[in-house]
């Protein structure tokens, strides 16, 4: 099958596709990578009247750092980050998760900022960037706003952008020094999107933590403070204190009835908590692109 007729428009600047899409009375969808619209507009699932190009604006496709903080512009490719072409601040957990995304044709022209939007449960970045406190940056003709990425994504396909605004940028905080990460999946086979992940970012040193359960139906579960998940203390000692049933009734409470499927987020979620270790503290360069 084939698109239905669609007109298409590069703008050059963000204020000029802010006006673009105010102006705009007809269906309007935006493609930086095309990895998720492309077929979706061959199958007719969308059939949007205008497609906007969104890869000739500069300050989508731009990334630096500021202070702690890594800020990567909507159109950073997931090859780009696996890559190295910008900077880290998180001692490599991007690169790793960046490098296991489905397949290098789909790295290479798929883009952050298009997974976040998109917001399929199974998708990589949607969990990642929970787990790791990122934000991110959203623009419309009255002003900028940024939300935490748990409140981006409000659910299945569904994230929080109101009429006329795009997402622009994500904000990635440092891991300090000392930090873990841990990240795991469960695929059929490489390539293919998540049955389930396990995500957690833990700081031993400080007793913090933050864990998250995806490839749900919906958003991913967060336990925003994973203390409960080792008995009430992250230290040194994290991995041995994982408590499986405290994730289990965090699925219970998102609404998983299914006994085995909790089972195998669980499972999952536990084997990212084993591969949890200490991150090299980043020394990122003071600005990429």
């Keep these: 099958m084939k698109p239905a007729p669609f007109a298409w428009e590069r703008p050059g600047s963000l204020a000029a596709l802010l006006d673009r899409l105010a102006q705009a009375t007809c269906n309007v969808k935006l493609i930086a990578g095309g990895q998720s619209l492309g077929p979706m507009l061959n199958l007719r699932l969308v059939e949007p009247d205008l497609i906007l190009d969104i890869t000739g604006i500069p300050e989508l496709r731009e990334a630096r750092v500021e202070g702690d903080t890594l800020v990567l512009g909507a159109c950073v490719t997931h090859a780009d980050i696996e890559d190295g072409r910008v900077a880290d601040v998180t001692g490599g957990a991007l690169q790793r998760v960046a490098s296991a995304i489905a397949y290098r044709p789909v790295r290479n022209r798929g883009t952050v900022g298009g997974s976040l939007v998109h917001a399929d449960p199974a998708a990589d970045w949607v969990s990642a960037l929970t787990a790791l406190g990122a934000e991110v940056e959203i623009a419309g003709r009255n002003g900028r706003r940024t939300l935490p990425v748990e409140r981006f994504v409000t659910g299945a396909l569904e994230v929080a952008l109101g009429a006329g605004e795009i997402l622009v940028a994500v904000r990635v905080p440092a891991l300090p020094a000392g930090a873990a990460w841990g990240y795991v999946k469960h695929c059929a086979k490489i390539g293919e999107f998540a049955h389930a992940i396990g995500a957690v970012r833990l700081e031993p040193g400080a007793g913090l933590g933050r864990a998250v359960i995806g490839a749900v139906e919906g958003p991913p579960v967060l336990l925003a403070d994973a203390r409960p998940l080792f008995g009430g203390r992250i230290g040194a000692d994290f991995a041995a204190r994982f408590d499986p049933r405290v ?37 990122p360069l003071p600005e990429a692109a």
């Design 247 to 283: 994730a289990d009734q965090a699925l219970r409470e998102a609404g998983m009835a299914d006994a085995v499927e909790r089972h195998i987020h669980v499972t999952v979620l536990a084997r990212a908590v084993a591969a949890a270790g200490p991150v090299p503290h980043a020394k």
